[in-house]
């Protein structure tokens, strides 16, 4: 053995370099995804990064169905070239460049009527959906509900997620929880560094455990009295899907929404040290497939003949059914201020004012799901606007004025006999 010694020292030597070279790229990616989580809500530049999450951090793999569905098209139609918003005209096309939107698709009774893409986006692009993930999460604890692995959204949630015990969730109702009422102690504030959906954010860059830091909030005042947007609520409702299926969020979704709703591409959810999905905002899907959801729960949860979500749930979930769930809620000195007051909510649907019945899902940088049944219209909308949460104001979100902008494209291309006055649309020519 000794006339080989020279081969024992070589593959030591190849084994230590091998360790190193793994040990330098484990780091460099560490260092990356820190970059990025660092880079949030700073004014820097996003776009080319929302479009290749799985490039970066951990994730899972929701297959794409194994009968795919394509949307059928019609001709291209056109959008307003201005807006009314805030006593003010906006134009489109500034508005579409500014908010950095890298895709924009609008479906009139299910048909594709406009589809087009900019900056890094693409129709096979899997896009960073943020909180729009929310919606997707409520659909599944619907279905979950119907076919008893929960047995009532009235239970209390430590019912069956047992590391929840001791917590801000305690006790809570499940129907509190997702109608961001759970009363736990919670900051969405994304200008805040030190905010809690901030210190959030550090463990998905630094990696540690979603399930440990849910379960390290304190509760500040009493479940189903006051809305206080809160993104570790759904991270919950996660913990519970998992617990009640026994599948992971990934494992439930493909079989109860991905393969049915004949996804065509494969969709992504990040992952925190302990393989857990990050419910809340973690998933990455192309805009014809979040389209989908929106076409699903705009037909009440039908799809193709069958019912995927079902209907009675569908109605729940973008109708708020109490005082301060209303849009523009009037609020008692006492309630919190915080995110998302101007608007309804629902179970994780946001519901606009009005009298079309329109709600959205909703994530930051400027992703949107929004459906208005009156007009039979869906509208995605995909962005990177860098400037969304560098101060906690309208000028910087510009969520109200989007909301103002599909108002406008309903109204424009929405199902009406009569076609849109020709001098209040811009040909359907790009963003």
Same mark, same amino acid.
């Given at each position: 053995?000794?006339?080989?010694?020279?081969?024992?020292?070589?593959?030591?030597?190849?084994?230590?370099?091998?360790?190193?070279?793994?040990?330098?790229?484990?780091?460099?990616?560490?260092?990356?995804?820190?970059?990025?989580?660092?880079?949030?809500?700073?004014?820097?530049?996003?776009?080319?990064?929302?479009?290749?999450?799985? =490039?970066?951090?951990?994730?899972?793999?929701?297959?794409?169905?194994?009968?795919?569905?394509?949307?059928?098209?019609?001709?291209?139609?056109?959008?307003?070239?201005?807006?009314?918003?805030?006593?003010?005209?906006?134009?489109?096309?500034?508005?579409?460049?500014?908010?950095?939107?890298?895709?924009?698709?609008?479906?009139?009774?299910?048909?594709?009527?406009?589809?087009?893409?900019?900056?890094?986006?693409?129709?096979?692009?899997?896009?960073?959906?943020?909180?729009?993930?929310?919606?997707?999460?409520?659909?599944?604890?619907?279905?979950?509900? $119907?076919?008893?692995?929960?047995?009532?959204?009235?239970?209390?949630?430590?019912?069956?997620?047992?590391?929840? =015990?001791?917590?801000?969730? $305690? #006790?809570?109702?499940?129907? /509190?929880?997702?109608?961001?009422?759970?009363?736990?102690?919670?900051?969405?504030?994304?200008?805040?560094?030190?905010?809690?959906?901030?210190?959030?954010?550090?463990?998905?860059?630094? #990696?540690?455990?979603?399930?440990?830091?849910?379960?390290?909030?304190?509760?500040?005042?009493?479940?189903?009295?006051?809305?206080?947007?809160?993104?570790?609520?759904?991270?919950?409702?996660?913990?519970?899907?998992?617990?009640?299926?026994?599948?992971?969020?990934?494992?439930?979704?493909?079989?109860?929404?991905?393969?049915?709703?004949?996804?065509?591409?494969?969709?992504?959810?990040?992952?925190?040290? $302990?393989?857990?999905?990050?419910?809340?905002?973690?998933?990455?899907?192309?805009?014809? $497939?979040?389209?989908?959801?929106?076409?699903?729960?705009?037909?009440? #949860?039908?799809?193709?003949?069958?019912?995927?979500?079902?209907?009675?749930?569908?109605?729940?979930?973008?109708?708020?059914?109490?005082?301060?769930?209303?849009?523009?809620?009037?609020?008692?000195?006492?309630?919190?201020?915080?995110?998302?007051?101007?608007?309804?909510?629902?179970?994780?649907?946001?519901?606009?004012?009005?009298?079309?019945?329109?709600?959205?899902?909703?994530?930051?940088?400027?992703?949107?799901?929004?459906?208005?049944?009156?007009?039979?219209?869906?509208?995605?909308?995909?962005?990177?606007?860098?400037?969304?949460?560098?101060?906690?104001?309208?000028?910087?979100?510009? =969520?109200?004025?989007?909301?103002?902008?599909?108002?406008?494209?309903?109204?424009?291309?929405?199902?009406? /006999?009569?076609?849109?006055?020709?001098?209040?649309?811009?040909?359907?020519?790009?963003?």
């Amino acid at each position: 053995m000794l006339e080989h010694w020279w081969q024992f020292v070589l593959a030591t030597l190849a084994g230590g370099l091998l360790a190193t070279g793994v040990l330098a790229v484990c780091f460099r990616q560490t260092l990356f995804r820190l970059k990025v989580a660092l880079s949030l809500f700073s004014g820097a530049d996003q776009s080319n990064r929302f479009g290749r999450i799985a =490039e970066i951090y951990p994730t899972s793999t929701v297959q794409p169905s194994q009968t795919p569905f394509h949307f059928p098209e019609e001709a291209s139609a056109g959008l307003p070239k201005k807006f009314l918003f805030d006593a003010d005209y906006s134009d489109t096309s500034e508005f579409l460049a500014s908010t950095e939107t890298s895709a924009l698709l609008v479906l009139r009774r299910g048909k594709i009527c406009y589809e087009q893409y900019a900056l890094t986006g693409g129709p096979d692009v899997p896009w960073f959906s943020w909180s729009m993930a929310k919606s997707f999460v409520s659909a599944m604890i619907g279905i979950a509900l $119907d076919e008893g692995a929960i047995d009532s959204i009235e239970d209390p949630i430590t019912d069956y997620v047992e590391e929840l =015990e001791g917590s801000a969730y $305690d #006790g809570v109702q499940i129907k /509190d929880i997702l109608q961001m009422s759970s009363g736990a102690s919670w900051n969405e504030d994304y200008s805040d560094k030190n905010s809690d959906i901030n210190r959030f954010a550090r463990v998905f860059a630094f #990696g540690g455990s979603f399930t440990k830091f849910a379960a390290s909030l304190k509760p500040a005042r009493a479940p189903g009295k006051y809305k206080l947007y809160n993104s570790v609520d759904t991270e919950v409702l996660g913990l519970l899907l998992a617990a009640t299926t026994g599948k992971s969020v990934t494992a439930y979704m493909r079989e109860k929404l991905w393969d049915p709703l004949g996804a065509e591409s494969e969709a992504n959810w990040i992952l925190d040290s $302990d393989g857990v999905e990050m419910s809340f905002g973690g998933l990455s899907a192309t805009a014809r $497939d979040y389209a989908k959801l929106g076409e699903l729960y705009r037909n009440g #949860g039908r799809w193709q003949g069958q019912q995927v979500v079902p209907e009675n749930w569908v109605r729940a979930s973008i109708t708020p059914d109490a005082p301060h769930l209303q849009p523009n809620a009037v609020l008692p000195p006492e309630a919190p201020s915080g995110y998302g007051q101007d608007l309804g909510y629902g179970y994780q649907w946001w519901v606009l004012d009005g009298d079309e019945g329109e709600f959205a899902a909703m994530g930051v940088y400027n992703q949107f799901i929004y459906v208005n049944p009156a007009r039979e219209l869906t509208i995605v909308k995909l962005s990177a606007n860098r400037r969304y949460g560098v101060e906690p104001n309208e000028a910087h979100s510009r =969520e109200l004025e989007s909301f103002a902008f599909f108002r406008a494209v309903a109204r424009t291309i929405g199902t009406r /006999d009569k076609p849109a006055d020709v001098s209040d649309t811009a040909e359907a020519s790009g963003l």
